[in-house]
């Protein structure tokens, strides 16, 4: 998705310079498909543990130890992440019946890049649920 998007902005600034018409909509367009890449990272980011890690302080426990405190905060983060698809999942609905949509020259209804990112967020959720087993066991 991101290489799809730095696709469209380099063809949209280069029709931009030579005819001086850009791609109809690519802002609208790039801003749907980075957002939506990144949300597409927060799952993998959680199976791999590559999130943000703060641990200058429990370096020196045991791994036991520091897994059941890793296994806490990863459970924090998995119910964070499902309220989050569960809050989505209900604005997904609510831009639907709105009928909300970009404003911009596409006007494209974006509930779908809605219900896609609260599918993100349930996917990294049920990612770090998956991961406590294996933390409370000591292992990364």
Sequence with gaps: MLLATALLTVISVTLRWLTSQPVKGDFELVSLG?????LGFLAWG??????I???SFTTWLPPRLNGAI???W???WAATMLLIAERMWQGMFDTWRNGMRTIGLLAL???WAIGIGAFCFALAGVAALLAI???LKGQR
């Excluded at 959680?46 to 999130?51: E, F, K, L």
């Design 109 to 111: 209804p974006y509930w």
């Design 53 to 55: 890690l703060v641990d």
């Design 70 to 72: 890793d296994a806490f």
């Design 34 to 38: 980075s957002g939506l890449a990144v």
């Design 133 to 135: 087993p294996r933390l």
């Design 46 to 51: 959680s199976v791999t543990r590559s999130n």
């Design 74 to 76: 990863s459970l924090v």
